[in-house]
């Protein structure tokens, strides 16, 4: 399968703050990952920048977390956030719903 058609997160909805949401993809080869989660204003939220070295960045299905806080550690509010996902020259975008 494509990498737009594997990458998603479960649970979805999930309870920032009180529960992680994991965000899951496939790799073909190591590269970096970059995750972003933007609120739909377009505001930056949550960022994570994954090295090619680490083991969420090699070949096979891997996952990151996110527990619902934002960069500054502040849980985020109800509502839906868009994850911007890049690995190598590959990327996705999904929707992720946060119910408190």
Known sequence: SSFEEYAHNYP???R???QDTRITYFMDK???VTIRIYSLTGELMWEENIPSSDPRAQAGPREALWNGR???GNVV???IYVCVLNAGSKSAKFRIAVAK
Do not use: E, K, L, V
């Open 12 to 14: 979805n909805p999930f």
């Open 16 to 18: 920032a703050g009180a």
């Open 30 to 32: 190591a590269a970096d």
């Open 70 to 72: 934002n960069n500054s």
């Open 77 to 79: 509010r109800n509502g």
